[in-house]
């Protein structure tokens, strides 16, 4: 019942766990007298240990098996081939599945549980290295993918602390400590490699379009977490990439003082920047099989169907049907973002993982309506014009609950796959609150001064 643990996993995760801990401490004290915020990287990356230890030990003793043991189970047989073919197992890692390659695997080493789907043979061909020097153990490799996926997420935090520099524990709490995220963002999923992979970009970009660091390291960053998102989850690109051009172009507007030549070329900037992604797409659709731009309608209502089905186990839901064509699927708009950010709803859980789903989905829901109560929907558009990267984190946040939530109609699905979009979400409705209570502090003073000097007029 146990195959994936052994003793390897009583020696290994424990030495790791010191190892990691000594690193760790050693970053926070170097930069800490220099940066604050530091005093949240070791509480956030113990979270995310004990998170990933915790999702190992649910697969094995509560699910009985699932997509991160399968992962496991791969890497396993890729780190015992590679005892006997390494330049096989190395090409493996670079070209991928081939007829050399599968020769290399034996009774001894078994075959890939993931040979038949290239997105997910990508975790394999990242992971297993971590998984050899960790002696195959199921704990220390999952310790080691989440230890290198939590810098990445690291760099998102310091990119939304440059942004909201008053706002230091509400942006730890929104990156590093919501339930869903931290459980389900610290397995052997392609879901923990592909938030990392989207806190990389989002802060790459940010060091080079805004604090104009490290280009050549950033451009690369840019270029291999896409890479990453387009072989892993083409999806997440695709949600990424329109909010990314705004906040690009956002960004650009600044630095014209002309209000008339802004409010001119806004308009065209758009439509420019909106132009450019869909030639962008268009040019790397033909390496995108299944995902490419004329599929992507036709793949969204097969996925959705099929998920929905009674082989699921009652873990399904239904937003209802619709045709594949831009008009059908915008119909669905609302439901679908509904499903991906609020649901499960507390009656919909079946378990107590979807229980503890529930419970933070109805906060999240309560949050956000007592938001656009408090503040009006008049004036969410205002601020979110107010900054830049609020108005990205939003738009991304929403356009990808809107892809998720319509193309996932099962709730054991759906909790892992909306990950990306939960922080972002989070920490905006945080940014939210600041700046209305933030703008409403500054009008009372402009309303005091203006009375002040009417006091003062003399009559």
């Known amino acids: 019942m146990v195959e994936y643990l052994s003793f390897v996993d009583l020696i290994v995760p424990p030495i790791y766990l010191i190892i990691i801990y000594f690193i760790s401490n050693n970053i926070?004290?170097?930069?800490?007298?220099?940066?604050?915020?530091?005093?949240?990287?070791?509480?956030?990356?113990m979270v995310k240990i004990v998170a990933s230890i915790s999702i190992c030990l649910v697969y094995v003793f509560y699910y009985k098996g699932g997509d991160t043991t399968s992962y496991f189970h791969d890497c396993s047989s890729v780190s015992k081939a590679f005892l006997k073919n390494p330049f096989?197992?190395?090409?493996?890692?670079?070209?991928?599945?081939?007829?050399?390659?599968?020769?290399?695997?034996?009774?001894?080493?078994?075959?890939?549980?993931?040979?038949?789907?290239?997105?997910?043979?990508?975790?394999?061909?990242?992971?297993?290295?971590?998984?050899?020097?960790?002696?195959?153990?199921?704990?220390?490799?999952?310790?080691?993918?989440?230890?290198?996926?939590?810098?990445?997420?690291?760099?998102?935090?310091?990119?939304?602390?440059?942004?909201?520099p008053d706002m230091?524990?509400?942006?730890?709490?929104?990156?590093?400590?919501?339930?869903?995220?931290?459980?389900?963002?610290?397995?052997?999923?392609?879901?923990?490699?592909?938030?990392?992979?989207?806190?990389?970009?989002?802060?790459?970009?940010?060091?080079?379009?805004?604090?104009r660091k490290s280009y050549l390291r950033n451009i690369f960053f840019i270029v291999f977490s896409s890479f990453l998102l387009l072989k892993i989850k083409p999806y997440i690109f695709f949600a990424l990439l329109p909010g990314t051009i705004i906040w690009i172009a956002g960004f650009s507007l600044t630095k014209v003082k002309n209000k008339l030549l802004k409010s001119s070329i806004t308009p065209l900037l758009i439509i420019?920047?909106?132009?450019?992604?869909?030639?962008?797409?268009?040019?790397?659709?033909?390496?995108?099989?299944?995902?490419?731009?004329?599929?992507?309608?036709?793949?969204?209502?097969?996925?959705?169907?099929?998920?929905?089905?009674d082989y699921y186990g009652g873990a399904s839901f239904d937003i209802g049907d619709f045709d594949p064509t831009v008009r059908g699927i915008l119909g669905k708009a609302p439901a679908a973002i509904n499903a991906a950010l609020f649901r499960p709803y507390i009656w919909e859980a079946y378990n107590p993982g979807m229980l503890a789903s529930g419970l933070e989905n109805f906060l999240l829901l309560v949050l956000s309506i007592y938001l656009l109560i408090k503040i009006r929907v008049f004036n969410l558009f205002r601020l979110m014009f107010i900054h830049h990267f609020l108005f990205f984190s939003i738009s991304f946040s929403i356009f990808f609950a809107f892809s998720v939530g319509l193309t996932t109609s099962n709730f054991g699905s759906l909790v892992r796959y909306k990950i990306p979009a939960i922080p972002l979400y989070v920490a905006s409705l945080f940014v939210i609150a600041e700046t209305y209570e933030s703008l409403k502090r500054e009008d009372r003073k402009k309303l005091l001064l203006k009375e002040d000097r009417k006091i003062f007029i003399p009559s």
């Not at 220099?34 to 990356?45: E, F, T």
């Not at 038949?116 to 999952?142: E, K, N, Q």
């Not at 030639?279 to 169907?305: H, P």
């Open 28 to 45: 926070k004290w170097r930069n800490i007298e220099s940066n604050s915020s530091y005093r949240y990287y070791m509480p956030g990356l």
């Open 168 to 211: 230091q524990r509400q942006m730890a709490f929104s990156i590093f400590f919501v339930p869903s995220v931290v459980f389900w963002g610290s397995g052997i999923l392609k879901d923990s490699i592909t938030f990392a992979a989207v806190a990389l970009f989002i802060s790459s970009i940010h060091q080079v379009i805004k604090m």
């Open 272 to 309: 420019i920047s909106t132009g450019s992604g869909y030639i962008m797409l268009g040019t790397i659709s033909s390496s995108l099989g299944e995902y490419r731009l004329d599929n992507v309608l036709s793949k969204a209502v097969a996925t959705q169907q099929d998920l929905k089905q």
């Open 88 to 164: 096989q197992m190395l090409r493996f890692s670079v070209t991928g599945l081939d007829g050399s390659v599968w020769s290399a695997f034996d009774y001894d080493t078994d075959w890939l549980i993931y040979s038949y789907d290239d997105h997910a043979m990508w975790v394999d061909r990242l992971v297993w290295p971590l998984c050899f020097i960790s002696f195959r153990s199921f704990i220390g490799t999952t310790m080691l993918l989440s230890f290198i996926c939590y810098q990445a997420i690291w760099r998102l935090y310091q990119t939304l602390v440059s942004e909201f």
